[in-house]
């Protein structure tokens, strides 16, 4: 075991006792206690001095100030604020911007901020987003490479809104200000006009910034010119990382594969580089030192000198990288690797990968977080575990890992010797070689599939089947592709004439990447969605994950004097494999009993949707949110999470309460992701372009299409939903055109609820027309709580309208900061002097309902 284990484990339990996002993983505290357990055990026959070495990294941990945050120095940003108002901002670019097709991302080390002439020195970083929505692609492009400022640029964005960041606060959601954070980044803006943003002048990059720069710039460039179109695209992503020009179905189609991880600079893609450097350096170092100093290379320096020589394209890809945090980590861990063979230490390449690991926790704690992070070390750790595992009697990490065996073959052919038995036919050889590499491949694919499985599941609720397939084929083809690609584009940079030489020769792998995805992606299962497991299923996964680990070791037959080893009953391969089957595919252990009517105001942004878990345990999500022009896929980022921490992969009822953006948008993802069993529709008999729409999808997927008529209740188990408007009569009145334009605010679905001696009222965005109308028709409107009508408009929630329903608690869905001063002030008034208790999405996240159909009990995601 790595001496650094114990103090790895303490300091680790310390960042996690001071991060909110694990403080509670299974209960309270239990991952920092069990980690300052286990090395406390593992220092258990130390002296007490060391012990109390080890215990003092569980502060540290919890008291850098990566971890306990802080709104920095006096001049920070965070203190001049005004979150939401506009400024004017300045500030300096350390680095190229980011080029999406309908947008231009800039990071920006802010300098002075600008409130109404009111100007302000401050520092910090801001993400400041610049929306071209509706500009053609490319001219997006040639805006941001021709006009825009670049790295090395001072800059001014005028009448921007500056906010700090916010999360959406549904249980089970991303912790988006978090992520920035861990990245420096401590508040965000945007614009929607280029004309917004001004070049002041240049500046003086730092050296490695300028270099950094001038690389990126040349070889996007000659990306461009060689490479135009989707194969750019392509490339530009698995070779920089660059996945904005990358089309919406080629990233699913990646996803879908599992072959994701080739479009991000990984620990995978600098083993690429450095794989193929060592490659070529070691035999023609070999080489050279055996004509100049024959016993240097008899002593196996050759080996030493080619991973000497392997850091400085590392390095190069480094800096074309950008000084992506996924780059800089691999590196780190490449140079881990690197240096133990320059050391002759492979046989504690645990110890300095875990080295590696320590130096990034110890400069970024937050990193522990990072999916990319945890994915990245769990793999290593299961690639080192098989190897040790499967070792025979080698003690040479890398040796096992496939050393091809360079300074052999190339003495024996120096000295005309063949090995015994002669030598193999060339073709021969090429297969047995092809074959030992895709075995090889293959090999590793599914240790990495074991290994990170509860990562992949927890973060991303998807296994890509055709992924275990694909990868013993494709990660060697990538293994040539991205090197030789990098060679092709940097010799193209320092001599133009030689990329329309070889780009040629990169057409037909990258067509292969193209085509052979997007056909694996066409299949049935090519991957399946999965509902988050309990923390327990994490828990128990790996202690069966090592628990076989120990028994295939105990299995090995005693040598020498040892004693008997016990071998291990085949019933245990049963029980570990049946707790991870069911743990997986059966998240939640099934319930028995009454279950209370459970309501979920989510946490949508400007929008809104309201998620049911009804008593006999059928689901039901009415409205899903939704952003202009879909700027953001509220389905996919927001619902679908929040409805896999429920343990869900499938809903039994969808409903819309009419076709506003901020209430439809989310539906039509959604449906791409959870098979639906019944879709409500109450407006069958009135033409709506969004809600055919949605109809067609939901047909498409076998979705029941059920109608709703108003004063016709609706039974699910206990519950009674009743539909109380828009009615026959007011439907004519207020009909959409006859274009088929939209279905407008005042025909909502209002839908009474009713449990036992329980009801709420879900009122749409009706406004005060159809408030007055449906105190005209006595429609039954008294409930204990009520969804607030259109997110607390003022020409909603009118007094008579109020006085109707006498509720206990209104809930508005509203966004944080709302330009339409959602809700309005005037009308929370009058819900507080009516006794109402007023809960708001914006402030009090994800607001729950719960109920026996007797009492109820209301929280918030964010406590009061």
Same mark, same amino acid.
């Not at 645990?350 to 130096?359: P, Q, T, V």
């Not at 021969?428 to 293959?442: D, M, N, P, S, V």
């Not at 009517?597 to 998620?611: K, N, P």
């Given at each position: 075991?790595?001496?650094?284990?114990?103090?790895?484990?303490?300091?680790?339990?310390?960042?996690?006792?001071?991060?909110?996002?694990?403080?509670?993983?299974?209960?309270?505290?239990?991952? #920092?206690?069990?980690?300052?357990?286990?090395?406390?055990?593992?220092?258990?026959?130390?002296?007490?001095?060391?012990?109390?070495?080890?215990?003092?990294?569980?502060?540290?941990?919890?008291?850098?100030?990566? $971890?306990?945050?802080?709104?920095?120095?006096?001049?920070?940003?965070?203190?001049?604020? /005004?979150?939401?108002?506009?400024?004017?901002?300045?500030?300096?670019?350390?680095?190229?911007?980011?080029?999406?097709?309908?947008? $231009?991302?800039?990071?920006?080390?802010?300098?002075?901020?600008?409130?109404?002439?009111?100007?302000?020195?401050?520092?910090?970083?801001?993400?400041?987003?610049?929306?071209?929505?509706?500009?053609?692609?490319?001219?997006?492009?040639?805006?941001?490479?021709?006009?825009?400022?670049?790295?090395?640029?001072?800059?001014?964005?005028?009448?921007?809104?500056?906010?700090?960041?916010?999360?959406?606060?549904?249980?089970?959601?991303?912790?988006?200000?978090?992520?920035?954070?861990?990245?420096?980044?401590?508040?965000?803006?945007?614009?929607?006009?280029?004309?917004?943003?001004?070049?002041?002048?240049?500046?003086?990059?730092?050296?490695?910034?300028?270099?950094?720069?001038?690389?990126?710039?040349?070889?996007?460039?000659?990306?461009?010119?060689?490479?135009?179109?989707?194969?750019?695209?392509?490339?530009?992503?698995?070779?920089?990382?660059?996945?904005?020009?990358?089309?919406?179905?080629?990233?699913?189609?990646?996803?879908?594969?599992?072959?994701?991880?080739?479009?991000?600079?990984?620990?995978?893609?600098?083993?690429?580089?450095?794989?193929?450097?060592?490659?070529?350096?070691?035999?023609?170092?070999?080489?050279?030192?055996?004509?100049?100093?024959?016993?240097?290379?008899?002593?196996?320096?050759?080996?030493?000198?080619?991973?000497?020589?392997?850091?400085?394209?590392?390095m190069f890809y480094l800096l074309l990288a950008a000084g992506q945090?996924?780059?800089?980590?691999?590196?780190?861990?490449?140079?881990?690797?690197?240096?133990?063979?320059?050391?002759?230490?492979?046989?504690?390449?645990?110890?300095?990968?875990?080295?590696?690991?320590?130096?990034?926790?110890?400069?970024? *704690?937050?990193?522990?977080?990072?999916?990319?992070?945890?994915?990245?070390?769990?793999?290593?750790?299961?690639?080192?575990?098989?190897?040790?595992?499967?070792?025979?009697?080698?003690?040479?990490?890398?040796?096992?890992?496939?050393?091809?065996?360079?300074?052999?073959?190339?003495?024996?052919?120096?000295?005309?010797?063949?090995?015994?038995?002669?030598?193999?036919?060339?073709?021969?050889?090429?297969?047995?070689?092809?074959?030992?590499?895709?075995?090889?491949?293959?090999?590793?694919?599914? !240790?990495?599939?074991?290994?990170?499985? #509860?990562?992949?599941?927890?973060?991303?609720?998807?296994?890509?089947?055709?992924?275990?397939?694909?990868? #013993?084929?494709?990660?060697?083809?990538a293994s040539f592709l991205i090197p030789f690609a990098l060679f092709?584009?940097?010799?193209?940079?320092?001599?133009?004439?030689?990329?329309?030489?070889?780009?040629?020769?990169?057409?037909?792998?990258?067509?292969?990447?193209?085509?052979? %995805?997007?056909?694996?992606?066409?299949? *049935?299962?090519?991957?399946?969605?999965?509902?988050?497991?309990?923390?327990?299923?994490?828990?128990?996964?790996?202690?069966?994950?090592?628990?076989?680990?120990?028994?295939?070791?105990?299995?090995?037959?005693?040598?020498?004097?040892?004693? #008997?080893? %016990?071998?291990?009953?085949?019933?245990?391969?049963?029980?570990?494999?049946?707790?991870?089957?069911?743990?997986?595919?059966?998240?939640?252990?099934?319930?028995?009993?009454?279950?209370?009517?459970?309501?979920?105001?989510?946490?949508?942004?400007?929008?809104?949707?309201?998620?049911?878990?009804?008593?006999?345990?059928?689901?039901?999500?009415?409205?899903?949110?939704?952003?202009?022009?879909?700027?953001?896929?509220?389905? /996919?980022?927001?619902?679908?999470?929040?409805?896999?921490?429920?343990?869900?992969?499938?809903?039994?009822?969808?409903?819309?309460?009419?076709?506003?953006?901020?209430?439809?948008?989310?539906?039509?993802?959604?449906?791409?992701?959870?098979? !639906?069993?019944?879709?409500?529709?109450?407006?069958?008999?009135?033409?709506?372009?969004?809600?055919?729409?949605?109809?067609?999808?939901?047909?498409?997927?076998?979705?029941?299409?059920?109608?709703?008529?108003?004063?016709? %209740?609706?039974?699910?188990?206990?519950?009674?939903?009743?539909?109380?408007?828009?009615?026959?009569?007011?439907?004519?009145?207020?009909?959409?055109?006859?274009?088929?334009?939209?279905?407008?605010?005042?025909?909502?679905?209002?839908?009474?609820?009713?449990?036992?001696?329980?009801?709420?009222?879900?009122?749409?965005?009706?406004?005060?027309?159809?408030?007055?109308?449906?105190?005209?028709?006595?429609?039954?409107?008294?409930?204990?709580?009520?969804?607030?009508?259109?997110?607390?408009?003022?020409?909603?929630?009118?007094?008579?309208?109020?006085?109707?329903?006498?509720?206990?608690?209104?809930?508005?869905?509203?966004?944080?900061?709302?330009?339409?001063?959602?809700?309005? *002030?005037?009308?929370?008034?009058?819900?507080e002097s009516a006794g109402a208790e007023v809960w708001r999405t914006?402030?009090?996240?994800?607001?729950?309902?719960?109920?026996?159909?007797?009492?109820?009990?209301?929280?918030?995601?964010?406590?009061?």
């Open positions: 075991m790595p001496p650094l284990v114990p103090f790895f484990l303490a300091y680790v339990g310390g960042v996690l006792a001071a991060l909110p996002a694990s403080r509670d993983f299974l209960f309270p505290f239990a991952l #920092p206690v069990a980690l300052a357990l286990a090395a406390l055990w593992m220092t258990r026959r130390q002296t007490p001095a060391r012990r109390l070495i080890v215990l003092l990294f569980l502060p540290l941990g919890a008291l850098l100030p990566g $971890v306990s945050g802080g709104d920095g120095p006096a001049n920070h940003v965070l203190h001049h604020l /005004n979150d939401g108002a506009r400024a004017t901002v300045e500030g300096r670019l350390y680095e190229p911007p980011r080029v999406f097709p309908d947008r $231009v991302r800039f990071t920006v080390e802010l300098s002075s901020l600008d409130y109404d002439g009111k100007r302000q020195e401050v520092s910090g970083r801001a993400r400041i987003t610049l929306y071209l929505l509706d500009t053609p692609a490319e001219t997006v492009r040639q805006l941001a490479e021709t006009t825009l400022p670049q790295a090395g640029d001072r800059v001014r964005f005028d009448r921007m809104r500056l906010r700090r960041p916010k999360n959406f606060n549904n249980p089970g959601g991303f912790d988006y200000r978090r992520f920035l954070e861990n990245r420096g980044i401590r508040v965000t803006g945007s614009l929607s006009r280029a004309e917004g943003v001004h070049r002041l002048g240049a500046f003086p990059l730092p050296p490695l910034a300028r270099a950094e720069a001038r690389l990126q710039e040349g070889m996007n460039a000659v990306l461009n010119r060689l490479f135009p179109g989707e194969d750019g695209a392509l490339l530009g992503a698995m070779l920089l990382g660059a996945k904005e020009r990358l089309t919406p179905d080629t990233r699913e189609i990646y996803i879908a594969t599992g072959l994701a991880h080739l479009t991000a600079v990984s620990g995978l893609h600098i083993g690429f580089v450095a794989g193929a450097a060592f490659f070529l350096l070691e035999p023609l170092v070999f080489y050279l030192l055996l004509r100049l100093r024959p016993d240097a290379a008899r002593a196996g320096q050759a080996r030493r000198i080619a991973a000497f020589l392997c850091f400085f394209p590392v945090i996924s780059a800089v980590r691999a590196s780190i861990m490449a140079g881990a690797v690197l240096i133990a063979i320059i050391t002759h230490r492979e046989r504690h390449l645990a110890g300095a990968l875990l080295a590696a690991a320590f130096a990034i926790l110890l400069v970024r *704690p937050g990193a522990i977080l990072d999916v990319s992070f945890q994915l990245s070390f769990a793999a290593v750790a299961s690639i080192l575990l098989a190897l040790h595992l499967l070792k025979d009697g080698q003690k040479d990490h890398i040796a096992r890992m496939g050393d091809a065996g360079w300074a052999r073959r190339l003495l024996l052919g120096l000295t005309r010797e063949a090995p015994e038995g002669g030598p193999l036919p060339l073709a021969a050889r090429l297969k047995t070689r092809a074959l030992q590499l895709f075995l090889g491949a293959a090999f590793i694919s599914f !240790v990495v599939f074991v290994g990170t499985l #509860p990562f992949i599941v927890y973060h991303f609720n998807r296994l890509s089947l055709a992924g275990l397939l694909l990868n #013993p084929l494709m990660v060697p083809l092709t584009l940097s010799a193209a940079m320092v001599f133009p004439p030689l990329g329309p030489l070889f780009a040629p020769l990169l057409a037909g792998p990258l067509q292969v990447f193209q085509m052979i %995805p997007a056909w694996f992606a066409q299949l *049935p299962f090519a991957s399946v969605r999965v509902a988050t497991p309990s923390p327990l299923w994490g828990v128990l996964y790996y202690a069966a994950l090592l628990g076989g680990a120990w028994l295939l070791l105990n299995k090995r037959p005693a040598h020498g004097d040892e004693k #008997p080893r %016990p071998r291990p009953s085949p019933a245990w391969a049963g029980v570990l494999a049946g707790i991870l089957f069911l743990g997986l595919f059966v998240p939640r252990l099934p319930a028995f009993g009454p279950a209370p009517l459970s309501i979920t105001v989510l946490d949508v942004g400007q929008g809104e949707s309201i998620y049911i878990e009804f008593p006999n345990r059928e689901t039901m999500l009415i409205d899903g949110g939704g952003f202009y022009k879909n700027l953001l896929d509220i389905g /996919n980022i927001v619902l679908a999470p929040f409805l896999w921490d429920r343990g869900l992969t499938r809903l039994d009822y969808l409903s819309v309460t009419h076709s506003d953006n901020d209430h439809i948008r989310g539906l039509e993802s959604l449906l791409d992701i959870f098979p !639906v069993g019944h879709f409500l529709d109450a407006f069958s008999g009135l033409p709506d372009r969004r809600i055919e729409r949605l109809r067609q999808k939901a047909r498409k997927q076998a979705t029941v299409l059920t109608p709703l008529e108003v004063g016709q %209740p609706l039974h699910i188990g206990e519950v009674d939903l009743l539909p109380l408007h828009p009615g026959e009569e007011f439907a004519r009145q207020a009909a959409p055109d006859a274009k088929g334009g939209r279905i407008g605010n005042d025909l909502s679905l209002v839908l009474r609820i009713d449990y036992k001696d329980f009801s709420m009222l879900l009122t749409g965005d009706i406004g005060a027309e159809a408030e007055a109308h449906l105190i005209r028709q006595g429609a039954p409107l008294r409930a204990d709580v009520l969804k607030g009508p259109h997110h607390g408009s003022r020409h909603s929630s009118h007094p008579a309208f109020i006085q109707a329903v006498a509720p206990q608690a209104v809930i508005f869905s509203s966004r944080d900061k709302s330009p339409w001063r959602h809700p309005h *002030p005037e009308v929370i008034e009058r819900y914006d402030i009090n996240g994800a607001v729950n309902i719960v109920t026996d159909g007797h009492g109820l009990d209301i929280q918030g995601t964010v406590p009061r």
